[in-house]
């Protein structure tokens, strides 16, 4: 099982991004994924998520202004990132599971696999 994540990098305050979890080596259309993100000194928290079915979850300080999406034909979600603000800086992770739909708890302890992570800095 692998997790791949990319399309970090560095963005002025209200810029945009895109990242990308492209997975292998599991039936990608059952599975659950979500993204996490964990800034220094913070705890990791969930983002978003997206079921195999297309439910999906925002968490309130990106509600609005990122978008979760998934292209099981080609194993890979997305999320895009717009009106960026400082706050937003973090390690982005991506994050499956087949025991849990969306939207349930984003809870670490919830998801089985996880990517590697991309590193996302909104500053000016």
């Known amino acids: 099982v692998q997790l791949q994540a990319s399309g970090g990098g560095l963005v002025q305050p209200g810029g945009s991004l895109r990242l990308s979890c492209a997975a292998s080596?599991?039936?990608?259309?059952?599975?659950?994924i979500a993204w996490f993100r964990q800034a220094p000194g913070k705890e990791r928290e969930g983002v978003s998520c997206?079921?195999?079915?297309?439910?999906?979850y925002y968490v309130d300080s990106v509600r609005g202004r990122f978008t979760i999406s998934r292209d099981n034909a080609n194993n890979t979600v997305y999320l895009q990132m717009n009106s960026l603000k400082p706050d937003d800086t973090a390690v982005y992770y991506c994050?499956?599971?087949?025991?849990?739909?969306?939207?349930?708890?984003?809870?670490?302890?919830?998801?089985?696999?996880w990517g590697q992570g991309t590193q996302v800095t909104v500053s000016s």
């Open positions: 997206i079921s195999g079915s297309g439910s999906l």
């Open positions: 994050a499956a599971t087949s025991h849990f739909s969306c939207p349930s708890p984003l809870k670490v302890g919830n998801y089985d696999y």
């Open positions: 080596g599991f039936i990608f259309r059952y599975y659950t």
